[in-house]
């Protein structure tokens, strides 16, 4: 009889030992964790941004705080508006892939940067793959310079090269960045110097 209850008090210090040391050990990791978001998230911004290094990237917030876009301005006093930057969410094979966007005033991609997906390894994971001899992922980098109207996957008859085998993959990066595009459009009231669509 005392052997049932030793059980389920061995099993329950044991648990609470186990909790203790994995909310000890989040309260030391969490600061860092998101120290190093922040500093992720300042480099992708750079790295898509059309301002340039004396530029300034300025937030533009929702009602609840968050932020909604980015203006990027030529000068750090925000008097010439360069771009924006925003971010797009496609749902891929296998995750959500969350993509950071520049773009000029005029809607052209300036560059983009994939900031999170959990596609499969080999496949839809390639959106990040540099390939051999180059320094930035391939995929990525033809989307710099496209209109709207060009945001659109071979296979669907556009200018974006999909991925071969993967091609839930580049639909969800190419139609997530349309749509967000699309969006901002709106919030804007509209880009300046528009191209008309190629019809």
């Known amino acids: ?4 209850w030793k059980l389920p008090f061995i099993l329950m210090f044991t648990t609470l ?3 203790a040391a994995l909310a000890l050990v989040n309260n030391k990791t969490k600061p860092v964790i998101e120290q190093h978001k922040k500093e992720a998230l300042l480099l992708a911004l750079n790295n898509v941004s059309p301002a340039g290094e004396k530029g300034k990237i300025e937030p533009v ?8 876009y980015y203006k990027c301005y030529a000068e750090s006093d925000s008097t010439k508006l360069v771009g924006y930057i925003f971010t797009a969410f496609g749902v891929g094979y296998s ?3 969350e993509t950071l966007v ?16 959990l596609e499969t390894p080999g496949l839809g994971a390639k959106v990040t793959e540099i390939k051999y001899g180059d320094t930035k992922p391939w995929f990525q980098t033809q989307f710099s310079g496209k209109k709207m109207n060009q945001l659109t ?6 200018t974006i090269e999909s991925i071969t085998g993967a091609t839930i993959s580049s639909r969800a ?13 709106k919030k804007i009231g509209g880009f300046q110097n528009k191209v008309k669509p190629v019809i």
Not at 61 to 68: A, I, R, Y
Not at 102 to 117: E, H, K, M, P, R
Not at 153 to 158: I, M
């Open 173 to 185: 990066v190419t139609n997530s960045i349309y749509k967000a595009l699309e969006d901002l459009e």
């Open 1 to 4: 009889m005392n052997q049932l």
């Open 95 to 97: 995750s959500t892939v």
């Open 102 to 117: 520049g773009v000029d005033t005029a809607g052209t991609v300036f560059g983009i940067n994939i900031l999170s997906q």
């Open 153 to 158: 996957v071979d296979k669907d008859g556009g």
């Open 61 to 68: 917030l929702k009602p609840d705080g968050k932020v909604d």
């Open 17 to 19: 030992i186990a909790a």
